[in-house]
């Protein structure tokens, strides 16, 4: 994590103090067009010292210094203030004068350099400067560019610190037996969302040092990570990049559209930015936490057919839209409507994955047409004869989401609006704990006992029945 203190002020000034060094080379015509200076990446990446706070040093360039009190952690990146030259990086422990490392570095314009500060100081893993110059050519169509460095000196030996780079998707060797000091390069992989882990070599990615959570490559972009650390307590295993890395969002997409006479009726394949992620989906089923892409997401609903004469299956779109998804957020989409003079719709909800201290997090959708005008499909959400506040009058269709209630038993009852609490639906009593994180939805749209479609509140995280808490108070009970 790149840190903010008071230092940056006086970098930035000595770098620019430093940067008029060259007033010949940065003075030109207005008429010329300049070239773009180096880009230059530092991090310390070095856990030569007891703790981190121990591992403060300052680093000069050409003898003066520019970075201060800088500790193992600290990077400083897109830094584009020095001219293309020769520049000597020497590396100093806190109030010394004797360089620990120190490095020529040549830099081009219009280049983009990373200098990284590794090693634990000790023989086989010296304090040294490692300089990485980015790859400039543009990755092949869909494709990214991805750079895996591995500078943690966790072990005694090079050969110990060898680590496997895993997918755990496949339970595949990406990048086999990577030692420490060593870069994989700029590799080209397709765009995409990958699940790595890094596991000690030779154990076919079943000893894992660090699982890593899913990181998403976009086409076209060039990413870094590198592993550092010494898998301790004071400096555990980490994965730190400096160009940064973007992450996938995660979704429960659900299929509550009634809109066939029967439910095989409805089966549709769901296609996500034109890929089928899922086939034959019926009415009533959904997949809870599903890894999706993020930014720009097109979701499209289609229904196959399979031509009687030529056998070929066409796929015609019933419903699509384009959802900004943020990177880590996690979202409720679902496919609902097509019944009742409604037509087929989504209804999506971005959902918190944090309940304030003391209490849960419970979002209820009503996404069940059951009249033919939303007015009449209003419903009130009661406890104990009495309207939830909130809760009142919410007609189809809309999701209340992320309603910060207390930790307790609910026995919630769905009843029309305006009808004192008369129940349509009983729900079953169910138990909140601090910090739960729950839904609930009213779905179909037939009222009558036996339909193909009724109205049935479902749950994609389920509730503790109240069932289930007396279970748990006896186990509590006879561990007691």
Known sequence: MQRTRPIVVALLLAFVMFAGMYTGALAQDEADSPSANPIVNIAHFAPFAANPDDTSVTISVNGADVFTEVVFGDTFVKLSVLPADVYTVEVRPTGTVTVAMSGVFTLEEDTEYTILAIGDGSANMPLELKGIVKDAAPPATGNAKVLIGHYAPFAATIPATAVDICNDATNSIVFPGVPYGVNSGYQSLPAGIYDLSIALAGTNCAQKALDLPPLQFTAGEVYDAFAIGKNSAVFPLDVVSLSGLDFPAMATIGHFAPFAETVAGTAVDIRVNGQVAFTNVVYGQYVADVVVPSGDVLVEIVTPSVSAASGEVSNAVILSNTFPLAQTSKYVLFAIGGANGYPAAFAAREISQTAPAGQ?????????????????????????????????????????????????????????????????????????????????????????????????????????????????????????
Do not use: W
């Not at 959708?365 to 939830?388: K, N, Q, R, Y």
């Not at 919630?412 to 138990?431: D, E, G, K, S, Y």
């Not at 704990?433 to 009558?448: C, E, P, R, S």
């Open 360 to 480: 849960a997090l419970a979002t209820i959708g009503h996404l069940a047409p059951f009249a033919s005008l939303p007015a009449l499909t209003a419903v009130d959400i009661c406890m104990d004869g009495e309207p939830i506040t909130g809760l009142t009058n919410l007609q189809y269709p809309n999701i209340v989401a992320n309603i910060a209630l207390p930790a307790g038993v609910y026995e919630l009852v769905i009843a029309q609006h305006n009808t004192n609490c008369t129940p349509v639906i009983t729900l079953a009593p169910f138990r909140l704990k601090d910090g739960d994180i729950v839904n609930a939805f009213a779905i179909g749209y037939q009222l009558t006992s036996g339909a193909t479609f009724p109205v049935e509140v479902i749950s994609t995280t389920g509730l503790r029945t109240a069932y289930e808490l007396f279970l748990s108070l006896i186990a509590r009970g006879v561990a007691e």
